[in-house]
Each structure stands twice: as C-alpha cells, then as structure tokens.
Nanobody, 127 residues
Framework: QVQLVESGGGLVQPGGSLRLSCAAS????????MGWFRQAPGKEREFVANIWRSGSVTNYANAVKGRFTISRDDAKNTVYLQMNSLKPEDTAVYYCAAGGTPISFIQAMRVNFYDYWGQGTQVTVSS
C-alpha cells in the first residue's frame, strides 16, 4: 500500500503562485513515477505533469508548460508542483498519484497508469 497526502492548495489571485506538496509513504518512493492531475467541476480528471524515477524525465500538459514545474526529493519522499502565473482556468482539485515504470511518455500521462492517489487539494484562482 502507498499513502499520498497533498498539501499547499488554497485561494490565490490571477498571476499568483502556489507550491503543492505530496508526501508519500509505504513504498519505495524513489522507483515510482509520480504524477499530478487535476479535476475541475463537471470535467474529467486531466494530466498536469509527471516525473519519472530519479527525476530523469518530466512531462507537462500543454496548458501548464512554462508555468508549472514538477520536482521530487527522494530523501523526503515528497513530490512538488510549483505553479506560477496562475490563471482562473487552473482552478481545480489537484491530485497526486504514484505509478510504476512506464513504457512510453503517453502511458505515463494516463489516469489508469497510476495505482495510488491522494485525496486531493483545492486550488482556486480568483480575484
């Protein structure tokens, strides 16, 4: 079993920044592919970013590329999502997820690749 706990969400004005954290326990964190997804009301859960083991590969959704940065600290079993230049359309519940070793970039962007999920943290971008 893997437990994932997200934190760092909140209310921020457009153009502002937030850093989300996801603390993991119960599995060899360093070998896991870690992902961030988000889900807005009435919409499907969508890929935001992922980072492969040892940070060797990172991928981003086009909507956040250049504004968001994913990173990991294997010593702390934690993955981060730094979000800058936030827009109202970034408003959603953000979820952290843990998976195994992907065979392709596309696979690691899919919801069904990930075995474990956190409870989510709300991010609201509004003036």
């Amino acid at each position: 079993q893997v437990q994932l706990v997200e934190s760092g969400g909140g209310l921020v004005q457009p153009g502002g920044s937030l850093r989300l954290s996801c603390a993991a326990s119960g599995r060899t964190f360093s070998t896991s592919t870690m992902g961030w997804f988000r889900q807005a009301p009435g919409k499907e859960r969508e890929f935001v970013a992922n980072i492969w083991r040892s940070g060797s590969v990172t991928n981003y959704a086009n909507a956040v590329k250049g504004r968001f940065t994913i990173s990991r600290d294997d010593a702390k079993n934690t993955v981060y999502l730094q979000m800058n230049s936030l827009k109202p359309e970034d408003t959603a519940v953000y979820y952290c997820a843990a998976g195994g070793t992907p065979i392709s970039f596309i696979q690691a962007m899919r919801v069904n690749f990930y075995d474990y999920w956190g409870q989510g943290t709300q991010v609201t971008v509004s003036s």
